[in-house]
């Protein structure tokens, strides 16, 4: 760990006067093993836990603010959360550890990196960690690596669960910068795809401060997370998806559909979503969706499976989210 | 005193079965149980050694070739970092188990990528791991390394010892009713103990006192003392508690030899542990194996020959390579035999033994195969072993010991309720999951290795037993406390048992699952000779000698045993050779296992529903203990099966997956409730307790129990491990 300095802010103001050429520290649960390793090494740490934000709390629009510091745990077990966003809490419970569950928190598990293997192991080159150095994931080993989105630069993944359910909901994250001045950006905006710039995973400008992800108000629909990775649990996705789908009768009212595990960032498609707006529920339909959604997928040798694999579990999820008789 | 048995001849007595105490073969908790759970007991990196600093290793990054500079001046002196060490005699690879010399030395040639090449020793951790991380080191690196043991131009050679050719094994697979002819893969593993090799070394003149996470001290220490160019009378090496070995802590590792180095040249203590991706990339693993099976039988499912060919990989120059065939050679009969082993001299890190060195992936695939031939052939696979079970070994022409295959077999089946499975391949479903049935044998040669324990009955009445055995977590604590308590009749709580220092009398310690057997039996020895001494003090003869609960006598005449030693402790060392017993008769330990899976028809995604295995392994010293080593063993295959795989990038052969995020070893939810049965048995050849080893019979062949049993649920035969979700899907029906 190379040595940097340590500062525990006292509150917003505080932290975003000290977080200019600082990093801010919440759970650690990510930052603190990348710091071990090197692969991040900032000259200095500021702390936010004593910041007031680890309130779950209703809006007067119906929607619901989670504080940038509620923990995984809390924001999982929360009776709102798992009452009117219930892909969320189990997006969140299909992730991690308990015990990383109860460090982590909102605004810190957003900020989540990959785990490529190659961008953790600092003797091999990394285009995300070193701009320039080159990528030995894309002739490598890389069943954890994209199918959607990526560039010649990097093939990386979000790795996160959170995000994914978050990104079905359309929950909007609050970021205060250094002019005081709070801005919400639409979740599906805030990730980056790794382009050029790999080594940015998302917006966020130096010394900006997630306070906190608003999710709007509860929609009606079935709501269905399915995670598919190597072993039972404490593994990342190989593939995920974050259903809330509404019916109309016969029809398919809305569909919103979050991918995890195949792209730099969590993956919607709205061209997917419309292909099934309005539209009966047939395996035909499905395959169409899922061939929509492929359709400019691509693997690189070790994920190649991904492929059919997610074709596989979106006709599975609909056909659940779809059917009548099986419960939400 | 000493008490010496040498195994030239079966030990028939049974002396264990004429106790009283009812400790041994109990489910005694182990005494350091309590010890552990609490933090009490001091692991290697937990010793309060003062004026102690860090030493970090550093590794290569570069896979063959030398290192031509360490520039290291710009780092002493700064920020805590006290010296870097490139000394010659730094080791470049890790002992094998047994090797009791020093393994390959000098870190300026660099053989694998991660292979250490210099230690960082600073003030504290934080600093010695920033200094390592931050150390520049320049190489010439050499082109021609190998990475892939597959490649057409990777060199191989065939160690003489492992070749047999009997009969005529291409004549009988053509003349056979029914065949299997197929190859299997089995990746990679690490051992992944719970606690990373540490050593922590501290000089007082010529003399060093080596803490650390061993298995074997008797060897280690001679091991270290060549490596280190002194005499092992001035090494004391201390490991009491060992988070796990698994085979990585057989021999000394890097750690151990540079922190006794950085200790001597700076004149403090040194701790050196690893990282776990150190772990993965300085200490042993398990070569990947290609296995060419081949099984000819008739049309009364008797196998007339068995083929097992294999490849295996390690780095040149280590005479270690993985015994994929050791138990082929003597589970089943077959007239016509061809097995044999190749080893293919790759630039990985280095091959060694990792849990059941030979059978973890050799019965696994032999297990797969019959599996093969049973349906094949049309025939139950419980019913096809049955009747392959040879009554002499069909190569060596000797008889078996006790062997419990066919109890095991039937016994399981009818616990697992067998006979009820579906036996139609793809054919049970449950909503989304595919629901299927298999099993599979197991088998373990057995080994007792030279062992010395004493055992002194004190004048109070309690008393030690010490050893350098080591405890790595198997409850080698519990059962050699069982055994005095049993031989003395004291309970438990009057014993204290001292393992883990180098000092005491030197056993074979732990691995190969030899460590109970041979050490409890020289505790035995030790026990059986005091036992005398009191007889003789009671002017009795030892047979009619009564001791329990602290008491001596025969019949109804007991008197306290502290009466009897009046004032005078009695102390006996307890000496056992293994001997003509292990050349005369094919020793192994047996068992069978039975899985029930449910595969994901989407997903393809495995999930053990539950496992069975049912194990004879001569006398059981715990019936706890015993048991959760099956439990662990069962646990390895199910991850052996489903998940463990070491990934080697074929660029330049480092480890991709080197932590436990990614190299996946089951967790809780992967593991169902096992259930372990022991079964009943004395083997009077094995040693004079009648006991075997278990330690790694619960992994021999698990893992083919739950990929025959994704057989039975898809119809998808898994011939490249693990059965990782991707090799299932394309075949799958779907939801």
């Not at chain 2, 360490?70 to 047994?98: C, E, F, M, W």
């Not at chain 2, 602290?550 to 007991?558: E, I, L, S």
């Amino acid at each position: 760990m190379k040595p940097f300095t340590y500062a525990r802010a006292t509150d917003r103001a505080d932290a975003i006067a000290q977080g200019g050429n600082a990093t801010y520290i919440a759970g650690g649960t990510n930052l603190l093993d990348l710091m071990k390793l090197e692969v991040m090494a900032p000259d200095k740490l500021v702390d936010i836990n004593r910041l007031d934000l680890a309130e779950i709390s209703g809006t007067d629009d119906g929607a619901l603010r989670i504080g940038a510091l509620v923990t995984n745990s809390d924001c999982a077990a929360d009776t709102r959360v798992r009452q009117d966003y219930p892909v969320l809490s189990r997006a969140i419970l299909a992730g991690a550890s308990g015990q990383l569950r109860n460090k982590a928190t909102t605004g810190g598990n957003l900020c989540q990196r990959t785990r490529c293997y190659y961008f953790y192991d600092m003797a091999i080159p990394c285009n995300k960690r070193e701009p320039g150095s080159g990528c030995q994931a894309m002739q490598g080993f890389n069943r954890i690596h994209a199918i959607l989105g990526a560039s010649d630069a990097c093939i990386a993944t979000y790795p996160g669960d959170m995000a994914v359910a978050m990104t079905a909901l359309d929950a909007q994250i609050q970021i205060e910068g250094a002019d005081g001045e709070t801005r919400l950006v639409p979740i599906q905006e805030f990730h980056l795809l790794p382009g050029d710039h790999p080594e940015k995973d998302n917006i966020l400008a130096a010394g900006e401060l997630i306070t906190g992800v608003i999710l709007p108000p509860p929609v009606e629909g079935k709501q269905i997370y399915r995670k598919v990775r190597d072993r039972a649990s404490y593994a990342f996705a190989l593939c995920s998806l974050a259903a809330v789908v509404e019916m109309d009768g016969e029809t398919i009212a809305s569909a919103a559909l979050a991918f995890g595990g195949l792209a730099h960032k969590p993956w919607r498609d709205p061209d997917v979503e419309a292909l099934l707006v309005g539209e009966k529920p047939s395996a035909d339909l499905f395959g169409k969706a899922a061939d929509q959604l492929l359709a400019d997928a691509q693997g690189y040798g070790s994920n190649d499976f991904k492929i059919p694999l997610t074709k596989r579990v979106l006709i599975s999820v609909l056909k659940e989210a779809t059917d009548k008789g099986a419960a939400a | 005193m000493t008490a010496h048995q040498k195994m030239d001849k079966a030990d028939s007595r049974n002396r264990l079965d004429d106790m009283v105490q009812g400790l041994v073969g109990s489910p005694m908790d182990r005494p350091d149980g309590p010890l552990k759970v609490s933090g009490r007991a001091t692991y290697a990196h937990e010793w309060d050694v003062p004026d102690m600093l860090y030493g970090v290793l550093v590794r290569a990054t570069i896979s063959k070739g030398r290192v031509t500079d360490v520039a290291s001046s710009y780092l002493i002196g700064k920020n805590g970092v006290r010296a870097v060490i490139t000394d010659d005699r730094l080791l470049r690879r890790p002992a094998q188990g047994g090797a009791d010399e020093a393994p390959p030395q000098g870190s300026k040639q660099v053989d694998y990528f991660g292979q250490p090449i210099a230690l960082v020793v600073a003030d504290s951790f934080e600093q010695a791991r920033h200094g390592a991380n931050i150390l520049a080191v320049s190489y010439e690196a050499e082109g021609n390394a190998a990475f892939d043991p597959e490649a057409a131009d990777t060199e191989t050679d065939q160690p003489e010892d492992d070749q047999l050719d009997q009969g005529d094994l291409d004549q009988a697979m053509t003349d056979a009713a029914f065949t299997v002819d197929q190859v299997y893969r089995t990746p990679g593993h690490n051992s992944a103990a719970m606690e990373p090799h540490c050593a922590i070394a501290s000089w007082d003149g010529d003399k060093l006192t080596l803490r650390g996470s061993y298995q074997m001290l008797n060897f280690n220490i001679n091991e270290l003392a060549d490596a280190l160019h002194i005499v092992p009378d001035n090494i004391r090496m201390l490991s009491p508690y060992v988070g796990g070995g698994f085979g990585s802590k057989l021999g000394i590792s890097p750690e151990a030899v540079s922190a006794a180095i950085a200790a001597k040249e700076i004149g403090q203590p040194v701790c050196v542990a690893l990282s776990r991706p150190q772990v993965f990339e300085t200490t042993m693993r398990r070569s990947e194996t290609r296995q060419h099976v081949r099984l000819a039988c008739g049309e009364d499912g008797v196998l007339t020959g068995i083929g097992h060919e294999c490849l295996v990989s390690n780095l040149p120059g280590e005479s270690f390579y993985e015994p994929v065939t050791q138990a082929t050679h003597f589970m089943y009969g077959g007239k016509h035999r061809k097995l044999g082993i190749e080893v293919a001299r790759i630039n990985r890190t280095c091959g060694g033994s990792v849990r059941a060195p030979g059978e973890a992936v050799g019965m696994q695939v032999l297990e797969n195969a019959m599996d093969e031939l049973a349906e094949a052939a049309g025939i139950d696979p419980v019913e096809l072993r049955r009747r392959n079970v040879p009554d002499r070994h069909p190569e060596q022409d000797i008889p078996y010991s006790s062997r419990r295959f066919i109890e095991a077999l039937d016994e399981g089946a009818i616990i697992f309720e067998w006979d009820k499975r579906n036996k139609m391949p793809g054919s049970l479903r449950e909503g989304d999951w595919l629901i299927g049935h298999g099993m599979a044998g197991a088998a373990r040669v057995n080994i007792l290795s030279e062992a010395k324990a004493k055992v002194t009955l004190l004048a109070d009445g309690s008393a030690v037993v010490e050893t350098d055995m080591t405890d790595i977590g198997t409850g080698t604590y519990a059962i050699l406390t069982q055994i005095a308590g049993e031989m003395l009749g004291l309970p438990a709580d009057k014993i204290e048992t001292k393992l883990g220092d180098s000092d005491l009398p030197s056993g074979p310690g732990s691995g190969g699952s030899w460590g109970a057997a041979s050490t409890g039996s020289a505790v035995f020895l030790a026990c059986e000779d005091i036992r005398k001494a009191i007889a003789k003090k009671l002017g009795i003869d030892e047979a009619d000698l009564r001791l329990a609960e602290g008491k001596a006598g025969r019949g109804d005449t007991a008197q306290p045993i502290t009466e009897v030693l009046d004032g005078t402790p009695i102390s006996a060392i307890g000496h056992i050779e293994p001997g003509q017993t292990l050349e005369e008769m094919q020793q192994a330990t047996y068992g069978s296992y039975f899985a029930e899976v449910a595969v994901n028809a989407v997903t393809g995604e495995t999930r053990v529903k539950r496992m069975l295995g049912v194990f004879g392994a001569g006398r059981i010293l715990n019936e706890k203990t015993a048991t959760s080593q099956c439990y662990g063993g069962m646990i390895w295959g199910i991850g052996s099966a489903l998940t463990e795989e070491l990934v080697f990038d074929n660029r330049d052969g480092h480890i991709v997956n080197h932590d436990l995020a990614e190299y996946h070893i089951p967790v809780n939810l992967d593991v169902p409730q096992i259930e372990v049965v022991l079964l009943e048995e004395r083997d009077e050849w094995a040693s004079p307790i009648q006991a075997k080893g278990i330690g790694e019979l619960g992994i021999c062949g698990a893992a083919a129990a739950v990929t025959n049993a994704i057989y039975n649920a898809t119809g998808i035969r898994i011939r490249d491990y693990p059965a990782t979700l991707d090799k299932l899907l394309a075949d799958l029906p779907g939801g």
